[in-house]
């Protein structure tokens, strides 16, 4: 696994080496600059995750170079720590205002340069996780259930994550693979280092290359996912999605241990652990032609299959529990409780749309329920007009007392989620469906808040 990797600016060849072996006996990966166009090569060769950066500098100053960074479209490339023997308090307003984490004088105190990066990166992981939970589904640190088949599973990912392998993850929509692989990177030795997840079918044709490894244009960088995971992990999801185009291109990467950036000279390593995802059955789709069969040699170096729910039904009790706290903890819903009559039927239900169902029909019934206890005439009922359930469109259940534009978003977003939940968050089908240019659809899906890989 590898240590963080910080860039440290000055043009006082002193101060950066004292820096330099400072921060290494404290085990970090450290590269020096000494002027602004050898940061700027810097991060061509590797996205650092977190530089110090100097604001005097012969050539350029470091205010200067952390706007020129922040105004790009990906923003700052890491979090940056300035650092000034001449400083005012009007240049450490405005390195924050572009974004700066922190400002240190000079001379260093080396105690609080150490702290200082330490409550950098630790603020800049933080924030990555803020915004995974907010795009995606609430995880848990381990799959919920107490069944001999969780149990299995659950022991599986330990040894698996004992090994730096790739893993492919199968199973059925809404049956978890996203929540097993941060599992499996929660229990590595790379748990420390990011989690990328990159949804392949949300990859625009011929944009594989720039989304993957990256581009470079007119001195800036944009960082694709191998080099975001750097040190971690990247999970592929749907990856029977990806055209071949695209698996060629990631074949590549990784026969070489490395890629170049589009448009880009200098080969990047692959330092990243591949977790492949699918709903499909990847041996068909080489068959078909559809996938490559030397790429599915390489993903499926260890296969981990997670079941559907209806074949651990002994869960249900303990998934419908976990739910009903998820709620009424985050999202400040009515605590409820499933009487035995209801417990019993869910055991029994088939749960076509497996955990998610089961997730989406707790937070219904949360919300439109009332009752110290939710009865079984109120699962059938509800289960009886959930779409999923049913494949029925919209029931209706929407207030009339509510502005027009607020009722045209809640039909809206109950059509489109009916819809990916009918093809199984294939955007491509969904979009014909619904007769929607696909592009268009992306940015109402994004509008609404409704995330594509809660389908998976």
Same mark, same amino acid.
């Given at each position: 696994?590898?240590?963080?990797?910080?860039?440290?600016?000055?043009?006082?060849?002193?101060?950066?080496?004292?820096?330099?072996?400072?921060?290494?006996?404290?085990?970090?990966?450290?590269?020096?600059?000494?002027?602004?166009?050898?940061?700027?090569?810097?991060?061509?060769?590797?996205?650092?995750?977190?530089?110090?950066?100097?604001?005097?500098?012969?050539?350029?100053?470091?205010?200067?170079?952390?706007?020129?960074?922040?105004?790009?479209?990906?923003?700052?490339?890491?979090?940056?720590?300035?650092?000034?023997?001449?400083?005012?308090?009007?240049?450490?307003?405005?390195?924050?205002?572009?974004?700066?984490?922190?400002?240190?004088?000079?001379?260093?105190?080396?105690?609080?340069?150490?702290?200082?990066?330490?409550?950098?990166?630790?603020?800049?992981?933080?924030?990555?996780?803020?915004?995974?939970?907010?795009?995606?589904?609430?995880?848990?640190?381990? !799959?919920?259930?107490?069944?001999?088949?969780?149990?299995?599973?659950?022991?599986?990912?330990?040894?698996?994550?004992?090994?730096?392998?790739?893993?492919?993850?199968?199973? &059925? !929509?809404?049956?978890?693979?996203?929540?097993?692989?941060?599992?499996?990177?929660?229990?590595?030795?790379?748990?420390?280092?990011?989690?990328?997840?990159?949804?392949?079918?949300?990859?625009?044709?011929?944009?594989?290359?720039?989304?993957?490894?990256?581009?470079? &244009?007119?001195?800036?960088?944009?960082?694709?996912?191998?080099?975001?995971?750097?040190?971690?992990?990247?999970?592929?999801?749907?990856?029977?999605?990806?055209?071949?185009?695209?698996?060629?291109?990631?074949?590549?990467?990784?026969?070489?241990?490395?890629?170049?950036?589009?448009?880009?000279?200098?080969?990047?390593?692959?330092?990243?652990?591949?977790?492949?995802?699918?709903?499909?059955?990847?041996?068909?789709?080489?068959?078909?032609?559809?996938?490559?069969?030397?790429?599915?040699?390489?993903?499926?170096?260890?296969?981990?299959?997670?079941?559907?729910?209806?074949?651990?039904?002994?869960?249900?009790?303990?998934?419908?529990?976990?739910?009903?706290?998820?709620?009424?903890?985050?999202?400040?819903?009515?605590?409820?409780?499933?009487?035995?009559?209801?417990?019993?039927?869910?055991?029994?239900?088939?749960?076509?749309?497996?955990?998610?169902?089961?997730?989406?029909?707790?937070?219904?019934?949360?919300?439109?329920?009332?009752?110290?206890?939710?009865?079984?005439?109120?699962?059938?009922?509800?289960?009886?007009?959930?779409?999923?359930?049913?494949?029925? !469109?919209?029931?209706?259940?929407?207030?009339?007392?509510?502005?027009?534009?607020?009722?045209?978003?809640?039909?809206?977003?109950?059509?489109?989620?009916?819809?990916?939940?009918?093809?199984?968050?294939?955007?491509?089908?969904?979009?014909?469906?619904?007769?929607?240019?696909?592009?268009?659809?992306?940015?109402?899906?994004?509008?609404?808040?409704?995330?594509?890989?809660?389908?998976?």
């Amino acid at each position: 696994m590898s240590a963080n990797h910080i860039l440290v600016v000055d043009d006082e060849p002193d101060i950066l080496q004292t820096v330099k072996e400072i921060l290494e006996d404290e085990g970090f990966v450290v590269m020096g600059a000494e002027h602004a166009e050898a940061a700027r090569r810097a991060l061509r060769e590797r996205r650092p995750d977190l530089m110090l950066l100097d604001i005097w500098m012969p050539d350029l100053d470091g205010i200067s170079l952390l706007k020129e960074w922040a105004e790009t479209d990906d923003g700052l490339p890491c979090p940056i720590i300035m650092m000034s023997g001449h400083g005012t308090v009007e240049t450490a307003v405005e390195a924050t205002r572009y974004g700066a984490y922190d400002f240190l004088e000079k001379p260093l105190s080396m105690a609080k340069l150490l702290l200082t990066v330490e409550r950098a990166l630790e603020a800049d992981k933080l924030a990555r996780e803020n915004v995974g939970l907010r795009r995606h589904v609430p995880q848990v640190h381990e !799959p919920v259930g107490r069944s001999a088949v969780m149990q299995r599973l659950r022991e599986q990912v330990k040894r698996i994550a004992l090994h730096d392998t790739w893993v492919l993850i199968t199973g &059925e !929509p809404g049956t978890g693979r996203e929540t097993f692989a941060r599992f499996l990177h929660a229990q590595s030795a790379r748990k420390d280092r990011p989690f990328v997840d990159l949804g392949s079918s949300a990859i625009a044709r011929g944009n594989a290359a720039r989304e993957l490894f990256g581009s470079e &244009e007119n001195q800036h960088i944009h960082y694709g996912s191998l080099e975001q995971a750097a040190g971690g992990t990247l999970l592929l999801d749907e990856v029977a999605d990806m055209d071949l185009e695209a698996q060629g291109q990631l074949l590549g990467a990784l026969d070489t241990g490395s890629f170049l950036r589009v448009a880009g000279s200098e080969p990047v390593p692959v330092d990243a652990r591949i977790i492949a995802a699918t709903q499909r059955d990847l041996k068909d789709e080489v068959r078909a032609g559809r996938f490559r069969e030397d790429l599915f040699y390489h993903l499926n170096v260890v296969p981990l299959h997670i079941p559907p729910l209806r074949e651990h039904p002994e869960d249900i009790p303990e998934l419908l529990n976990h739910y009903v706290d998820y709620f009424a903890t985050h999202e400040k819903l009515s605590y409820r409780r499933f009487s035995v009559g209801a417990q019993n039927f869910l055991r029994n239900y088939s749960w076509p749309g497996n955990v998610r169902e089961l997730k989406n029909l707790v937070q219904r019934v949360l919300i439109l329920g009332a009752g110290d206890e939710i009865p079984l005439s109120e699962v059938e009922s509800t289960l009886g007009n959930s779409p999923v359930a049913s494949g029925q !469109p919209f029931d209706g259940l929407m207030s009339f007392d509510q502005p027009l534009r607020q009722a045209r978003e809640t039909f809206e977003k109950a059509y489109l989620d009916y819809q990916l939940e009918k093809h199984n968050g294939n955007v491509s089908k969904m979009a014909k469906e619904a007769g929607m240019e696909r592009t268009h659809l992306y940015r109402k899906l994004r509008s609404l808040g409704i995330e594509i890989k809660e389908r998976r």
